[in-house]
């Protein structure tokens, strides 16, 4: 039996109509296995999408929340300039104007906001940090200005002159500053310090940097035309690090402020700038925050 005959099981076999259900059982069975792993395809393409959005938004600093807020409001004031300018210490005294003294502060990680009333105007004020990994924040909260306060040591600005210039051409050559004559004040911080220089002094110091970047960032862009390199502007997040800086670079270039042939002057720009004091360690009224405040509220009604 076991050698010429078929086990039984072999000769079993399914009557028509039970093959056919049998069938569609496993057309089922295949059915919802690939809805299924079709479902969390989804759902798992989904969760890596919003993690990397999330850090993306953590490298540079900034909650995405608030930069995309932020692009509807047409009540921005943007508070920048390089690092330990005193930044932080301004939004702090506008943000909480009911506490005396200095706050205490320290480099900053990430962009404050909040919306903020100056002399009865609402503001939505925004402090970008100073380090130059968040020069991505500034120029996205940029097209939303309405006015821009850059910040300056007074103390530090000699050693620091050539990166502060730097720092506010990239600002004052911004598409919609110049567009749109955003007015800027750049505030010379810490006056209290005995090594402070004024705002005369710190406005030809800045003029004349501004005057020898105008010719160096020229002969940048020249050299980009002759290599034959993009002069699009590359969006945030786009291409790679050196086609970003090429195409910012062509940007700015393209942007040259003043007069040609004229030493750099800020009246030759068609935006207001105008060059204050200020101190955060003094008391709020002899620190220069009354003036300020006028300037923001001027600003916003003129
Ligand atoms: N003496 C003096 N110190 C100040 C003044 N303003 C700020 N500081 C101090 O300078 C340091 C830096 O101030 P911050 O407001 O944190 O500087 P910031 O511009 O926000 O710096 P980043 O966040 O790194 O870009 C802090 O220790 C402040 O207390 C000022 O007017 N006078
Ligand atoms: C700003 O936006 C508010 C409300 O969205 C609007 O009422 C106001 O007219 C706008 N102001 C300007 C100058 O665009
Ligand atoms: C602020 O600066 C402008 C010019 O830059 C000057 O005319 C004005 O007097 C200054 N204000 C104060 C209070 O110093
Ligand atoms: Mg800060």
Known sequence: ??????????????????RSSMNSLLLTGILVIVILSLVSWFILSQQSAAISNRNLAMAAGTNAAVLKSSKKRNNTVVITGPMGAGKTALWCYLRFP?????????????????????????????????????????????????????VVDSAEVTRKAR??????YDVLANKHVQQNEIPVMI?????????????????????????????TRQADLGSLRSIGGSAGAGGLGAGNEDDDDDAAAAEKASDFLGYEGKRFAFEHLSNPVQINESSMAMGLDIGGMEQIKAWVSDAFNA
Request: charged share 25%.
């Open 98 to 150: 009911n506490n005396k003294g200095a706050p205490k502060t320290q480099v900053s990680m990430a962009v404050n906001s909040a919306e903020v009333s100056i002399d009865g105007t609402s503001v939505y004020l925004v402090d970008v940090p100073g380090h130059q990994k968040h020069r991505f924040d500034r120029d996205a909260f940029m097209p939303a200005a309405r006015a821009i306060i850059f």
């Open 1 to 18: 039996m076991a050698s010429g005959g078929r086990s039984p099981i072999g000769e079993f076999t399914l009557s028509s109509s039970s």
């Open 163 to 168: 990166h502060t210039a730097e720092f506010l």
């Open 187 to 215: 505030l010379c911080n810490k006056q209290d310090d005995p090594s402070a220089l004024s705002n005369v002094r710190i406005k030809t110091m800045l003029e004349d940097e501004i005057d020898k970047l105008r010719s």
